[in-house]
């Protein structure tokens, strides 16, 4: 088999993956505008709120460290 033969049968599998890939993307379910918007604002949100918690646990345990070994 030839260079030329391989290649062609690289690109033939290329554009099948891709073709598959765009079959099946037109399947998804996608969520609306509204939905996407909501899920994002309640990660943000959560991912705040832990973030604060996790900031207030380490200053009062840095609090508390300092206070014994310094």
């Known amino acids: 088999m030839g260079?030329?033969?391989?290649?062609?049968?690289?690109?033939q599998n290329l554009k099948l993956?891709?073709?598959?890939v765009y079959?099946?993307?037109?399947?998804v379910d996608w969520p609306s505008r509204e939905e996407t918007i909501r899920y994002t604002l309640i990660?943000?949100?959560?991912?705040?709120?832990?973030?604060?918690?996790l900031g207030g646990l380490d200053f009062v345990f840095m609090s508390?460290?300092?206070?014994?070994v310094f």
């Open 64 to 68: 508390i460290l300092q206070k014994f």
């Open 43 to 53: 990660v943000i949100v959560i991912s705040v709120t832990v973030a604060a918690f």
């Open 3 to 11: 260079i030329t033969n391989w290649l062609k049968i690289k690109l």
């Open 17 to 20: 993956f891709f073709k598959e």
């Open 23 to 27: 079959t099946e993307g037109k399947k």
